[in-house]
């Protein structure tokens, strides 16, 4: 049975409620310096595995030093450790299978006439693939690369096949490396203040709801779905590092499970 039909909020509130909306969709979280600390450590990562694969390719005098970077980079875009560590290992098989690839297709020397719509043809490809499989979309993104290279300035199909390779070898083990290296404590600490928030927010809503605060019901709602979605993302990001955050996961789902059943109960009285 529907219940009653809630009294109109009023402007302040309304607005209140939709300047939380629009924090959740854009992820700006004005004042919350403890939310924005836990972005950090994985600026940090990049920082220091990009600028040192970068750096490290250049003393080594790989011809094409900047393809470590690229590696970093590609690995250390992730939310933690598990994250980057799989990323790995699909750049890695990735680039295995895309230089075979890239040899066969340099080692008939294509004129570039020929090398311009096979180009087209692996953008094409890694387009389609990239956001169903990262690991496939570098099967095609890797001769991709070498393929525009060679077009831009012709060299032995062994020497860029090498170059891409050791590229990829630095980058790969430097991100991985500053993954390992640069801790990321904060994000446990993310986690569980997130359950205390989410655990304190449902208890307002069903408040809320059992008085019959209609008045209240944008921004209490709002302010609960808000933090539901931190408490799983906080939750996704501290799992994979390498100290966990200690909560217990029956307490964390029960938490998710109340606070989408008090969403759903506001969900009735529209």
Partial sequence: MAGPEPAPADPATRQAAELRAAELVTGRHHGRQGHRSVLYVPALRMTLGTGLAGLTGLLLGLGHGYWAAISAAAVLHSI?????????????????????????????????????????????????????NYGLGVVFLTPLALLLADLAAPSPAGALVLDRALGSVLGIVIALGCALLVVHDHAAVRAERALAACTEAAEHAEHTLDNRLESSFPVVQTHLAAAVVELREADDAAAGELWPAEIDPTELAAAEQRAYLLLERFGRWR
């Fill in 80 to 132: 933690n450790v598990r994250t980057a560590a799989q990323r790995a290992v699909q750049r890695t098989l990735g680039t295995v299978a895309g230089l075979l690839l890239a040899l066969g297709v340099l080692a008939l020397h294509p004129d570039p006439l020929v090398l311009v719509p096979v180009i087209v043809l692996l953008e094409f490809l890694l387009e389609y693939v990239v956001a169903r």
